[in-house]
């Protein structure tokens, strides 16, 4: 069965380094989020992605933050400058159709 | 704006008995889906249940199922035949026209052998 990867499981950098979490959705879907949960709190959204565009963004995804979908396939989210604050759980999810969302295991991101 | 609230943190259960998770959202919109998901100690987000909010019959999948009172607001799911593997944080959320999902704060739900 298809499934949405999520690379790296464990990422751990300096405050103010730039970091890139990569997605691989399944491949027939179009549209693309990105989630973070910090530990023992609820999960938020970022962003969502549609025809290589930001259709929404919360008041989370600031300038910090970035997405791409570079070769059709990848689907990215980076942050220019990492503060502690954001330590957290990130899922990418992807959904054919505006229904279901099908999410990937997560990227633990831990800023020291 | 759309919100969930889910306000019990935490619930115990015997194995093999049944239990229920209680959800309530708010929402202006008129089409809209309702979820849950759970959550083991892997951190990984599953799909337990989904139900459309212009169906009126409660969705049901194998010991999981949903007791949904739109007039009310309210999204419930219960667990039939607790299993060890239940063994979870549990979300409620909620999707509108926009597509993004609205989470609630979740439930940690153990079961007891």
């Known amino acids: 069965e298809p499934e949405v990867t999520q690379t790296p499981s464990h990422q751990v950098t300096q405050m103010g380094q730039e970091v890139i979490l990569r997605c691989v959705p399944i491949?027939?879907?179009?549209?693309f989020y990105w989630y973070r949960q910090i530990l023992g709190q609820k999960v938020e959204f970022l962003v969502s992605?549609?025809?290589?565009?930001?259709?929404?963004k919360s008041e989370i995804f600031d300038d910090q933050f970035s997405v791409e979908r570079p070769d059709g396939s990848n689907f990215t989210l980076k942050i220019r400058s990492t503060k502690l604050e954001d330590s957290a759980m990130y899922f990418c999810?992807?959904?054919?159709?505006?229904?279901?969302?099908?999410f990937g295991p997560g990227t633990r991101l831990t800023v020291t | 704006a759309q919100t969930v609230t889910q306000s019990q943190p935490e619930m115990s259960v015997q194995e093999a008995e049944t239990v229920t998770l209680s959800c309530t959202y708010d929402?202006?919109?008129?089409?809209?889906?309702l979820f849950w998901y759970k959550q083991p100690p892997s951190r990984q987000m599953i799909l337990v249940i989904r139900?459309?909010?212009?169906?009126?019959q409660n969705a049901t999948e194998n010991r999981f199922s949903v007791n949904f009172q739109k007039a009310a607001k309210s999204f419930s799911l219960k667990i039939s035949d607790s299993q060890l593997g239940d063994t979870a944080m549990y979300f409620c959320?909620?999707?509108?026209?926009?597509?993004?999902?609205?989470f609630g704060k979740g439930i940690t739900l153990s079961v007891r052998p």
């Open positions: 999810a992807s959904t054919p159709s505006l229904y279901e969302q099908y």
């Open positions: 491949s027939n879907h179009l549209y």
């Open positions: 992605f549609y025809n290589n565009e930001i259709s929404e």
């Open positions: 929402t202006s919109e008129n089409n809209y889906y």
């Open positions: 139900q459309e909010a212009y169906k009126q």
């Open positions: 959320a909620l999707s509108g026209a926009n597509s993004k999902l609205t």
